[in-house]
């Protein structure tokens, strides 16, 4: 398994804000992903992160809205712009431990409510 | 694209008792992940197990048990002799085997009444 930790665990912000989410990882991995869980509903991969590269988005998620960084082999950011009500959300980031394995595991999330 | 239908949206269940999860799912890959994860009320999601899509036996570890069927696209996992403590979220997940792309369920809620 691998030890994840996400800051912040919950906050509370304002529309038009933006939140920074950090996610950290206790070794060094390849891929981190990034989901988000709209209450109430399933996980959507938001996009895969990997070092040295610009991120990978799905259908319906674009860099301007959620950029991410990936500055070293432990450590992502996940930025939620110019915020409304709907992206009122839990955000969490996941690893693949061990490589190759497929096997996903998954920090605290961060609850994000957006008024 | 994958798709996966977790056809049962909420089961209560007294404690003691056994709880089958159902999981549908529709993919073009030949070769793919299976997965149930687990989502306490705590929030944190919560790895169960991990199938891949050339092994079809059924194996059972604790309390846990699952059934794949891959000529039905079927993946149900099973809790025997449900505790409280099982009360959770759980949701089914394919991946593509080179892809790590996991595609979530819509979640089944177990709630385990004492």
């Known amino acids: 398994s691998a030890v994840i930790s996400q800051k912040p665990s919950r906050d509370i912000c304002q529309r038009g804000t933006s939140l920074t989410i950090q996610c950290q990882v206790d070794?060094?991995?390849?891929?981190m992903f990034w989901y988000r869980q709209q209450p109430g509903q399933s996980l959507t991969l938001i996009a895969t992160a990997n070092q040295g590269s610009e991120a990978t988005y799905e259908s319906g998620f674009v860099i301007d809205k959620f950029p991410i960084s990936r500055p070293n082999l432990t450590f992502s950011t996940l930025t939620v712009s110019n915020m409304s009500p709907e992206d009122s959300s839990i955000y969490l980031c996941s690893v693949e431990r061990p490589l190759g394995s497929g096997e996903q595991y998954f920090g605290p999330g961060t609850r994000l409510t957006v008024t | 694209a994958q798709k996966v239908t977790q056809a049962q949206t909420e089961i209560s269940v007294v404690e003691k008792e056994d709880v089958t999860l159902d999981c549908v799912y529709e993919t073009r890959d030949t070769t793919y992940y299976l997965f149930w994860y687990k989502q306490p009320p705590s929030g944190e999601l919560v790895f169960l197990i991990r199938?891949?899509?050339?092994?079809?036996q059924n194996e059972i570890s604790g309390r846990y048990s699952w059934n794949f069927q891959k000529s039905t696209s079927s993946f149900n996992f099973t809790i025997t002799a449900s505790q409280v403590v099982d009360s959770a979220v759980y949701f089914c997940?394919?991946?593509?085997?080179?892809?790590?792309?996991?595609?979530f369920g819509g979640g089944t809620r177990v709630l385990v009444k004492p």
């Open positions: 997940a394919p991946d593509k085997a080179a892809g790590n792309k996991l595609t």
């Open positions: 199938r891949n899509s050339f092994d079809e």
């Open positions: 070794s060094q991995v390849t891929m």
